[in-house]
Nanobody, 122 residues
Framework: QLQASGGGLVQTGGSLRLSCVAS??????VGWFRQTPGKEREFVLN???????FYADSVKGRFTISRDNAKNTVNLQMNSLKLEDTAVYFC????????????????????WGQGTLVTVSS
């Protein structure tokens, strides 16, 4: 019900855009997490249906999230990419409007897309 796309290889300082298309139901909160081998899945950012957004400190000013409700699509624009942004990125969704204390929790999201790999090289 969530289809992520757009990963790839990019050099440091470059940009990449990920997309997540939702189908089958209405999701009020859609977000992105990322994970590297041996580490826990990490919150990146999310957006609620009304447009409220939450960002991890590590991506503020570099990543932006937007959504097109008519197309059930959420886009993640990643700029000024760093080596440490290399990870598998997952889109996640909840039927609820998650509040700030919930937004960063993996278990607050009921639906997950397949991961898409982002590799940032020097």
């Amino acid at each position: 019900q969530l289809q992520a796309s757009g990963g790839g290889l990019v050099q440091t300082g470059g940009s990449l855009r990920l997309s997540c298309v939702a189908s089958g139901r209405t999701f009020n909160t859609v977000g992105w997490f990322r994970q590297t081998p041996g580490k826990e899945r990490e919150f990146v950012l999310n957006i609620r249906r009304g447009g409220i957004k939450f960002y991890a400190d590590s991506v503020k000013g570099r990543f932006t999230i937007s959504r097109d409700n008519a197309k059930n699509t959420v886009n993640l624009q990643m700029n000024s990419l760093k080596l440490e942004d290399t990870a598998v990125y997952f889109c996640a969704a909840s039927e609820l409007n998650l509040i700030a204390s919930e937004a960063r929790r993996v278990d607050a999201y009921d639906y997950w897309g397949q991961g898409t790999l982002v590799t940032v090289s020097s």
